[in-house]
């Protein structure tokens, strides 16, 4: 890298190295800013026709270098995700002009990785979980909530609402991580990383 992009970057996206410690200084940004939901990212997925998908989902953790959210297993993107573990993220986070794309393999956390979680979760959602068969079709909205009334009286103790076998979390293993600053006339500012054997390569792209 020649000093004048190395100069660039200092003054945009510091001298890290590793992209997961960048992602959570600008994470720690975007928390002060984004009224709602900072966390909220899409999560673009393919099945095996190779028909893509994409909707918005929460990121609950970053762990061991992985990025974790939750969701029926049952679901069209976990259906998805087990055709083919490769998927996208990508973070806008409008209120500071910044954008994160990610890209990498998916797995399903350990269980005793998804009952920690659960048990942090609300009643309301606990129920929830049991009682959505998520991404299926409804008769009406009053079939949802007799389920959830059922589920209710099955498991009166707000403290005691066991995980459904089939929730649970994935993680994706980033295999690329791009960094994008808004600039002035469109001028945008680009950051990419991508993992070769176990070290981050760095790249400055063009708008």
């Known amino acids: ?15 890290n190295d590793n992209p997961l410690n960048l992602f959570k200084d600008w994470f720690e940004e ?4 984004e009224t709602n939901d900072p966390n ?10 190779g028909t893509p998908s994409v909707r918005i989902v929460l990121l609950k953790d970053l762990q061991d270098g992985c990025f974790v959210f939750y969701t029926n297993l049952n679901s069209e993107k976990s259906k998805s995700l087990n055709e083919n573990p490769l998927a996208s993220m990508c973070f806008y986070w409008k209120s500071i002009f910044r954008q994160i794309r990610i890209t990498g393999k998916v797995l399903l956390v350990p269980d005793k990785t998804a009952d920690e979680y659960y ?5 309301g959602s606990k129920i929830g979980a049991w009682a959505s068969n998520q ?10 909530n007799k389920l959830i009334e059922n589920y209710k009286i099955k498991y009166p103790d707000k403290e005691k609402v066991p995980r ?7 993680k994706l293993k980033p295999e690329s991580i791009e960094f ?14 991508i993992k070769k054997e176990d070290k981050w390569i760095k790249l400055l792209l063009s708008p």
């Open 180 to 193: 994008w600053l808004e600039g002035k006339d469109r001028i945008h500012e680009r950051l990419k990383y």
């Open 40 to 49: 909220a990212f899409s999560l673009a997925t393919t099945d095996k026709k």
């Open 164 to 170: 459904p076998k089939y929730w649970s979390g994935w």
């Open 30 to 33: 975007a928390k002060k800013h």
């Open 135 to 144: 991404s299926s079709v409804l008769k009406n909205r009053n079939e949802l």
């Open 1 to 15: 890298m020649n000093q004048k992009n190395s100069l660039e970057l200092d003054v945009c996206f510091g001298e």
């Open 119 to 123: 048990k942090s979760r609300s009643y």
